[in-house]
């Protein structure tokens, strides 16, 4: 069966830390994974996406990693701040065009000052 | 500009009870989404629509309809309230190969 998988308990990581969380999924063939954060009471905020084809991606602090051979992607904040708690989804999107997204039920990370 | 607003934030049913839940996006995006999101798990996908007009199911599309008259407006339709239906539901649009922008979400409870 399709499964996407994140971390299901929380992260919890000293300020200053480099936060990072997981994402695998099965039988799934992803044209491309994007990552959103979700603070509570919010909707999901996009922060990366990488394609098939791209190894990795960064924006500022954020680094994007996916390996299509391990079906893993991985989801890297550095130099963490307690402003960084949220809930981080991952999200495939297997439909081409439609951009109809699979999401992961999301990893809560806790920056403790 | 205000993107994705949803209306109500917060709405209490009755078992039976029908309602509309309302989304309007004013960046003249063409593809609107539906999902939900129950504690613990993965938005699932309830409705999709590519423009005005043109709707299409999602992963879990029954007991719910929706309409599409307008590029602005997606609007989510629960004929009979039921229980399963207690959730928070979130609308998203997007354009073009850029990603989906979120509304803040309807949180229903179904009593």
């Known amino acids: 069966s399709q499964k996407i998988e994140q971390n299901s308990e929380a992260l919890n990581i000293q300020e200053g830390k480099t936060a990072t969380l997981t994402c695998n999924y099965t039988?799934?063939?992803?044209?491309?994974l994007q990552w959103y954060r979700q603070d509570p009471g919010r909707g999901p905020v996009f922060l990366l996406l990488i394609r098939e084809n791209e190894k990795e991606k960064r924006k500022e602090r954020l680094k994007v990693t996916f390996d299509t051979t391990l079906k893993q992607s991985l989801f890297h904040i550095t130099a963490s701040q307690p402003a960084d708690s949220a809930t981080y989804l991952c999200?495939?999107?297997?439909?081409?065009?439609?951009?109809?997204?699979?999401f992961g039920a999301g990893t809560r990370l806790a920056v403790h000052p | 500009n205000a993107g994705v607003t949803q209306t109500p934030k917060f709405r209490i049913l009755k078992i039976g009870q029908s309602m509309t839940l309302q989304c309007t996006q004013d960046?003249?995006?063409?593809?609107m989404y539906w999902y939900r999101q129950d504690p613990g798990m993965g938005l699932k996908l309830i409705y999709y629509?590519?423009?005005?007009?043109?709707?299409d199911k999602g992963e879990v599309p029954n007991g719910y309809n929706v309409s599409r008259s307008t590029t602005e407006d997606f609007p989510l339709r629960l004929e009979l309230a039921a229980p399963s239906q207690t959730s928070v539901y979130f609308c998203?649009?997007?354009?073009?190969?850029?990603?989906?922008?979120f509304g803040d979400g309807t949180r229903l409870s179904i009593l």
């Open positions: 629509s590519v423009g005005a007009g043109i709707t």
């Open positions: 960046m003249n995006h063409n593809y």
């Open positions: 999200a495939l999107d297997t439909s081409g065009g439609y951009n109809k997204l699979i």
């Open positions: 998203a649009s997007r354009e073009g190969d850029q990603p989906q922008h």
């Open positions: 039988n799934y063939s992803p044209a491309y």
